[in-house]
């Protein structure tokens, strides 16, 4: 399945941006979506997930209370919204998506995702 990722940016430090990702994968709403970030220098970590239905959420803590996803499986796209963004939230975000997810599961290892999107660059200025 192809993943575009947009929504990136430079904002301040305070400020709000909001991230999207569509599938062109016609079996999108039966996939677990995570979003998933990579600053410079560092490990790709998972920030946030969604299970297929968007029951199940999980939260990376750095990013608890500050960032919501969420997901539109009429429009193939899940959403990452963040507030109160900081400079340490610089990174390259991208989208994943696991194609063989259990019903209601929320994958958190980056090797249980199968398809990747291919990344927009958030900078937060201080």
């Known amino acids: 399945v192809q993943l575009q990722a947009s929504g990136g940016g430079l904002v301040q430090a305070g400020g709000s941006l909001e991230l999207s990702c569509t599938s062109s994968g016609h079996r999108f709403s039966s996939y677990a979506m995570g979003w998933f970030r990579q600053a410079p220098g560092k490990e790709r970590v998972l920030i946030a997930a969604?299970?297929?239905?968007?029951?199940?959420?999980f939260y990376a803590d750095s990013v608890k209370g500050r960032f919501t996803v969420s997901r539109d499986n009429a429009k193939n796209t899940v959403y990452l919204r963040m507030k109160s963004l900081k400079p340490e939230d610089t990174a390259v975000y991208y989208c994943?998506?696991?194609?063989?997810?259990?019903?209601?599961?929320?994958?958190?290892?980056?090797?249980?995702?199968?398809?990747w999107g291919q990344g927009t660059l958030v900078t937060v200025s201080s």
């Open positions: 994943a998506a696991d194609e063989n997810t259990v019903s209601g599961a929320v994958p958190t290892l980056l090797q249980q995702y199968d398809s």
């Open positions: 969604i299970s297929w239905a968007g029951r199940n959420k």
